[in-house]
C-alpha cells in the first residue's frame, strides 16, 4: 500500500493518536471519542486518508492486527470514514503476498457489502461509484493471485479460503441492484480502470479453466466473473405488462391498427406494418406466437366482418391473402436474422391455434364461399416457406373435420364463386405483373387493348387490389400519368386514327387515375415533384374531403377558346372530331365553358335543357370532360347559398344517374359503355365528399356505388336506393342538430363493450376527427374511456383508444400531452383519478402513444386513404399540400400547435439541429418535456395524492418502455428528488429504474430496430453525461438509505 506524503500537522497527529491508541490498548468506543476531538467538526476522516492509515497500521506484519481493524470498523459505523474511502483504501492494498492480511481484508468488505450508501454530496456518492469499480478491480487481483498460487503451490487451505471468498464477494456484489447500479456508474466515469479490469478478468477466466482439478468449484468461480463482467442493469427493467391470451380473448390494440391499415393504409409497404406490430408487441408483452396469433385472428375478424362494403372486401382479401404472408415472413426474418430460413415453430402454433376457431373460421368460409385457411396455408409454404407442405395438410385436415360448412361449400362450388374468392386475387398477381410489363412499352398501340381491359368492371378493382396488397399499386399509377402525359399533346404527321388512340389513351387513362384516387388515396398518384398536367389537375382539383379548392382560380381562359371548345364538342365526324387537340387545354377550358353556360341558364339565357344535353355532349366526346366538370361545381355548391345550388346539384345528380344511352348519331370512342359508367362513380363520389360523408367507391358487380356514408346530407335522400344492405342512410354530421360529444359517446358505447371496431363506427371516428378536431377528438375519448372503473374494462379502452389515435399518431399524441393530460394532472379532471387503476391506464396509454409518435416521426410519412384523417405528420408535405390558402379547422388547430411548440424548442434539453432529429421530432420531444416540467411542480407540493400516483406511473411505464431512452433525457432533474423520499413498495422506484432516467443510456438494439429506429437522437456531451452520473449517483444513494432506514425500523427490537 502506498500512501500518499503527509503534509498536514492535521494528518500527522491522527497518525500519532493511531499509535497511541495501539500502546495503550483502546477500545473502539474509546477511539471514536479522541478521533473526533482531533477532526474537525463535520469534516470527513476521508479528507485526511484515515482509512489508509488505519491500514497501513494494521496490515504492517504478517498478520492482521484485529484491534486495529476494529476501530475502522468504529470509524466506519459512526460515519467518521466513509463506504466510499474504505473500498478505496482496500483496493489500494497490494500486498497479496500476505494471504492473512487478505483474507481480513475480503472479510472486512463482506461485512460492508449489506450496508453499502453514502449520504454525502453528490460528488461523494459518485466517488462510492469509482471506489466500487476499484473494489472489483482488486477482488479480481485477488482472485487471479490466489489460484496462480493454488497452481504453483497446489495445496494452500488459505489461498482457497480467500479465493472463494473473493468469489463469494463478487456474487454478492452482482445480486445487490444497488451495487451493480453504482458499478455501471462508475463503469461510466473510470473507463480506463474498468478497461484493466476487464483485462484482467479475462486472464483469471484463463488461468481457472487450466486449473483442472486443483481449484475446487472452479465453474461457479468462473460463472461469477463473467456474470459481474457482462451484467447490465438497464436490462433488468422488464415490461410491466404480460400479454394473457387465457383471459383477453382479443388483443384489441391489434384489431384496431389492423382495421385501420386495412381500410385508411392499404398501399403502405408491408414491412413499415410489420414494424409497428413490433413496437405493440413490445407494449402489449406479447410472445411471437401470440403476435402472430392475433394478425391472423384480426384479419379473419375484418373477413367475416358484415359490414364491409364491395371494395372494402376486395382490401381485407387482398390483405389477409397477399399481405399479412408477406407481414409475417418480414417479422420472422427481423427476428430471427437475415440468414435464418426455414420454418417457424411459433408461426406453425398460431396457424394450429387459429384452426381452433371453427365458429369464426366458418363464419368467414361462409360468407366467402371457400376454405379460406387453406388458401391462406398455400401462399405460407409457397411464399415463404415458414410452414411445411406435411404441416400445412394436416392443419387442414383437421379443419376439414371439424368445419360445419365447408362440406356444404364443397357441394355448392358449381354454382359460381364469390367475387371476394381469394382464389380470384391470388391469380390476378400474376396478371398485376404482366400488365406491368406490358405497360414498360412505349408503344401506345400495344398497351391501348390492356389499358381498355382495365376500364371494363370485370377485372379492374380486383387488378387495383392486388396491385395495392402486393406493394405495385404505386407503380400502376406512375404508368398510367406517364402514358396519359404522352397521350395528352398531339404528334407531328399525326393521323386520324393516330388522334383518336391518343384521345381514347388520355380518356381511360385520367378515369383510371381519377378511380385510384377516390379508393387509394391522392398521394398514390401525386408524386412530390407534381410535374405532369393530371398530378397537378388532382392536386388542385380532386375533392379530398378537409380540403378546401377553388378549381378555377388559376385558370385564365378567354371567351374564343370557350367557343372553340363548344364547337369542338359539337363536331359529328369522328375524324376531325380529335385531330390536332391538347387535351390538358381542353380539360380546363370544359370547366370555364359550363361555368359561362350555368351562369346563362341561372340567368334564364339559355334552358335547363341545353345544358344537359351539353353535358351528354361532353360525355359523348370525352368522359373525363364530365369530371372535370363535376369538379367546378362541387366547389361552386359549396360557396353559394341553397337557391343557388339547387340547380348545379341538378346538374351533378344528373351525371351520375340519367345521362342518356348513347346516341347513334353521335360519333364517340370505344368502350363507351365502360368508360361512362366509370365516370359516373367517380362523380357520385366526389358529390358525396363534397357533402362530407365518407367517400365511396365502385364495384366491380354492381352500377351503383359500392359504399355509401352513413351521414349524407338530407339532399341525397333521392338516391337512398342505391344503399347497400347493413347501411343505413342518415344524416350528415354536418347538419345533425346532436352535439359531436354524444355521437362519440354513442359510437364508443357500441364499439366498447366488445372491443371491436367496425367498419361503420370506423367511418364515424374518423369523421368526427376531422370535424370536431385532435383536440376535443383527444380529450373526450379520453374522458370516455376513463369511465371505466375494473382493470379488464380499462384496458380494453386504452387499447380501443390506442388504435383510434393512430388515425394521426403524431397529430394526436401532441394534443394528448399538451391538452389532455393536464385536464388530469392539473387540471378539472383531477378527481377522476382517484381510482388507482385508472392512474394505471392513462399512463399506460400516455406512454404508448409517446413511443408510438416517437418512432412515427423516423419513418417516412403515412399515405392516408380516402376518407381517412388527413395526414397530420406535422411539417410534411403528403396529402395534397397546401394548394389553398383556406385552412381547414383540424389543419388550422394542429399547425397552431406546432407553431408554440416551435418557440419553446429554444428551451428544449437536446438542441434544434440535432443530426436525426426533425422538425416533427423537435415538436413532440417539446411537448413530452412540458409534461415533464408539469409533473415536476405538481410533485414540488410533496404531497402522496392520485396526481401524484399518475406521475409515478407515467414515469414507471416510461422507463420501461422500448426505444425511450433519447425521451429520457427530458427529465428535469428536480423531478425524482421530489418523488423518492414520498414512495415506498410497491410504488417506489428500483435502482435501475433511476439509473434508467437519471443517466440514460442507449441499450443495445435488436437487429429488427436498427434499420427502423435511429442512433440515439441527442446524445449527452461528456459535461453532461458526467452530470448525469454525479445526479444519479446521488438519487441511487438517497433510494438506499431510505431502503436501509426501513430495513432497520422493520428488524425486532430485543
Known sequence: MVLEPVTSSKAGTIRSLLIRAWRE???????????????????????????????????????????????????????????????????????????????????????????????????????????????????VQVMGWTAQQLLDLGDAPEHSTNLTLAATIMLDIFKCPFLTCMLEIGRGEEPGTWGSCMKKMVEVETVLAGAGGIVENK??????????????????????????????????????????????????????????????????????????????RSSFLGLSCPEYQPYQELKWVGFTFIKVPTILYTIHVMLSGESSGGESEDLLTAVQRLAQLTVLLDQVDSRINCNCLEYLLNELVNKTSLISEREAQAIIAVRVQESNVLANIQNSDAQGSHPGNPNLILRAQPTVTSILKTLSNKNQESVLPVMNLLISGKSRDLLLAAAAASGSLHIFAQKFVKFNELSMDPQQGETAKMAINRALMFDISFLLLCHIVQLYGIDVVVSEKCETFVEQWMKENMPELGRVKAPLMSIRTDQNAVEEFIREVNVSELDLKYNMVRWSDVCRVAAVALREVVTASQQGALPIQHVKELLDRLRFHLCCLPICVATWLCSHVQVVDAEQAAEPLSFLHYMQTSLGDLDPSLPTLDNFKDRSTLMAQIVENMVQVMKGGVQSASSATSNSSALVSDFLCASSNNRSGNNSPGEANCESLL??????????????????????????????????????????????????GMQSVFHSDLTRAMDLIYGLLHQDVVGCTLCLLVHALPMFISGPCSGELISK??????????????????????????????????NMMIGSAGGGGNISRKRTYHDRELEDLECNLQLHSVDLAIPRGTPGLTKDGTSLLVAVQSLLMLMTQVSRAGVVSPVSQLVVNILHELIAAPYSHTLLTLTPPALLPNLVPLLSPPDAFTYAELLAITAPKAPSQPDPSREFVSDFVGAQTPAQAAGARRAAAKLLCVQRSLALANESALEPVL
Not at 467538526?41 to 481493524?69: E, F, K, T
Open 735 to 784: 347538419s345533425s342538430q346532436e352535439p359531436l360529444s354524444h355521437l362519440l359517446r354513442e359510437t364508443w358505447n357500441q364499439v366498447f363493450p366488445t372491443g371491436v371496431i367496425s367498419h361503420q363506427a370506423l367511418a364515424t371516428f374518423r369523421d368526427l376527427l376531422r370535424l370536431g378536431g385532435s383536440k376535443w377528438f383527444v380529450c373526450d375519448l379520453i374522458k370516455s
Open 219 to 296: 465453474d461457479i468461480l468462473i460463472k461469477s466473473v463473467c456474470q459481474l463482467r457482462d451484467y447490465q442493469p438497464l436490462d433488468s427493467i422488464g415490461n410491466k405488462h404480460k400479454f394473457d391470451s387465457r383471459s383477453v380473448p382479443l388483443c384489441h390494440a391489434m384489431h384496431s391498427l389492423v382495421m385501420l391499415e386495412v381500410i385508411t393504409h392499404t398501399t403502405r409497404d408491408a414491412s413499415t406494418f410489420a414494424h409497428q406490430l413490433l413496437l405493440l408487441q413490445q407494449l402489449q408483452g406479447l410472445s411471437t406466437m401470440e403476435l402472430y396469433l392475433e394478425l391472423l
Open 25 to 139: 490498548r483502546w477500545s473502539d468506543l474509546q477511539w471514536g471519542i479522541h478521533i473526533k476531538t482531533v477532526l474537525p467538526r463535520a469534516v470527513s476522516g476521508d479528507i485526511y486518508h484515515l482509512a489508509d492509515y488505519i491500514l497501513q497500521q494494521a496490515l504492517m506484519g504478517p498478520l492482521p492486527n484485529s484491534l486495529i481493524l476494529s476501530y475502522l470498523r468504529h470509524s466506519l459505523s459512526s460515519q467518521i470514514v466513509s463506504y466510499g474511502g474504505v473500498i478505496e483504501s482496500i483496493s489500494k492494498y497490494d500486498g497479496l503476498h500476505k494471504p492473512h492480511c487478505v483474507h481480513a481484508l475480503l472479510t472486512l468488505m463482506q461485512s460492508m457489502m449489506k450496508s453499502v450508501s453514502c449520504r454525502g454530496k453528490p460528488e461523494d456518492c459518485l466517488m462510492l461509484a469509482t471506489s466500487i469499480v476499484g473494489g472489483v478491480k482488486w477482488l
Open 837 to 870: 387503476q385508472r392512474t394505471k391506464a392513462l399512463a399506460r396509454i400516455t406512454v404508448m402513444m409517446i413511443v408510438s409518435a416517437w418512432l412515427a416521426v423516423q419513418q417516412p410519412s403515412v399515405k392516408s386513404e380516402p376518407g381517412a384523417s388527413i
